[in-house]
């Protein structure tokens, strides 16, 4: 229980006559006394809280940046009538800052014996489960000086699922696709390196197409049609460890990497390959694997919900060992890892061998755009040592990309709002060349 504002108010104003009047025990007793009956006449008459019934509905997944509405049931079955203000209690996460107060709290009147319906609207911030804390009700009699105050347990999860931002590339991503695959009127004919099938022969054909044994059977020149591979395996291997969590703008390399991830898994999918998913630092956090080409992109959005950088090195033998362990068969494999020379050299370069001698290996990075920014700056002698900074650091990373590339890595080093795009290509690329 506990007292309101009202009945805080109504003391202090009933002080003041008590003071100038007739100070002492009898004038503060003649003012309180009616005040404190009125109270405890108020708190009878407010509807227990212990006794409520209470429960939720409404959505259990969201996408960051989007808005979930949560439905809290609220039954009264007392006699009396239901004057309350609730506050529905999520963590501070589950709002943009400063909008918590106005969206967890609510008021209502049920009448006795019926029920109402309160929707809690929340806007994450970030990624993972949250879960719904306690339900405060605050009960008061129709006087409003007293209340009746308790806590109820009301469990809901809601998982918040990644942006997947990129998806805008998606359109001009699949019509390249399309182009490789010879389904769309382009200038040139569609290329890729499984056989199709034949047709005949048409001025301007490249003659190193001619099928001579289908012409020998037939009064025509035959000439063969290629598609680009189907039925490729790729395997996005996302690194956890601590430099992922290096913060790139708002939000930490790891978010922008699956990103990227999840417009390459919708590209291959489309494109008719198979897409697993491995997340590991020292230890797996994330497996996907075997879905068909409708559920992938649903299973790694749910997988990578959950996925946090954690700060610890990441090792680099034990992930080549489990991302060989996946993929038996050749396969693409892409890395979304750091391209810092610290990491590639002492844990990724030793152990690459391993992987490019079985498998194609594509190396994705997140750069930060702030070093293009110091690189430019003038001035002052502050910015030109900023600048001599991001020239060494710039220098730093294009060496490690070029060990990386003469080790048959192809390696793809762009901003957070580059990367996906960037990466689909890199995608493309390699299939019109026929090296997946």
């Known amino acids: 229980m506990a007292p309101t504002g009202r009945a805080a108010l109504l003391a202090a104003l009933g002080s003041l006559p008590v003071g100038i009047w007739e100070p002492g025990w009898t004038g503060i007793l003649a003012v309180n006394a009616p ?4 109270c405890a006449c108020d708190f009878a ?115 918040v699922l990644p942006p997947f931002t990129s998806r805008k590339h998606l359109p001009s991503k699949l019509a390249r696709l399309r182009e490789l695959d010879g389904r769309t009127s382009v200038l040139t004919r569609g290329e890729g390196t499984e056989f199709d099938s034949l047709r005949d022969y048409v001025p301007g054909d490249d003659t190193r197409s001619i099928d001579w044994r289908a012409t020998a059977r037939q009064s025509a020149v035959a000439v063969r049609t290629w598609r680009p591979e189907r039925d490729r395996h790729i395997l996005l291997v996302l ?88 993929s038996p068969r050749r396969s693409l494999i892409v890395l979304l890892t750091t391209l810092d020379a610290a990491p590639i050299e002492e844990g990724l370069l030793p152990v690459l061998g391993r992987l490019t001698q ?20 003038r001035g002052n002698a502050d910015a030109v040592y900023e600048a001599a900074a991001a020239a060494q650091a710039q220098a730093e990373r294009d060496r490690t990309a070029e060990q990386l590339r003469r080790r048959g890595v192809t390696v793809v080093d762009a901003t957070p709002e580059e990367l996906a795009p960037a ?14």
Request: aromatic share 2%.
């Open 35 to 38: 005040l404190a009956v009125a």
């Open 45 to 159: 008459l407010a509807a227990p809280v212990r006794r409520l019934g209470l429960t939720r509905s409404g959505d259990t997944a969201v996408r960051l940046g989007d808005t979930a509405d949560l439905t809290l049931t609220i039954t009264n079955p007392s006699r009396r009538p239901l004057r309350a203000r609730i506050r529905d209690a999520w963590p501070p996460s589950s709002w943009q800052p400063g909008t918590e107060t106005a969206a967890s709290r609510h008021r209502l009147v049920i009448p006795p014996g019926e029920r109402r319906r309160v929707i809690t609207r929340l806007r994450p911030t970030r990624r993972g489960d949250r879960r719904a804390d306690r339900v405060t009700v605050r009960s008061y009699g129709p006087l409003g000086l007293f209340a009746r105050q308790g806590t109820h347990t009301v469990p809901w999860t809601v998982r």
């Open 239 to 326: 690194d956890t460890g601590r430099t992922s969590a290096g913060r790139v703008g708002d939000a930490p390399r790891l978010d922008a990497s699956m990103d990227a991830a999840l417009l390459l898994a919708a590209l291959a999918s489309r494109a008719g390959d198979r897409v697993d998913l491995l997340a590991y630092d020292r230890r797996l956090r994330a497996l996907v694997q075997g879905r068909t080409a409708g559920d992938v992109l649903p299973s790694l959005v749910g997988a990578m919900a959950t996925l946090e950088p954690e700060l610890v090195e990441t090792d680099a033998r034990g992930l080549a060992a489990m991302a060989l362990r996946t």
């Open 358 to 377: 079985r498998h194609t290996v594509l190396l994705a990075s997140v750069a930060d755009p702030h070093i293009a920014g110091m690189a430019t700056a």
């Open 423 to 436: 990466l689909a290509d890199a995608y493309l690329a390699l299939k019109s060349a026929g090296r997946l």
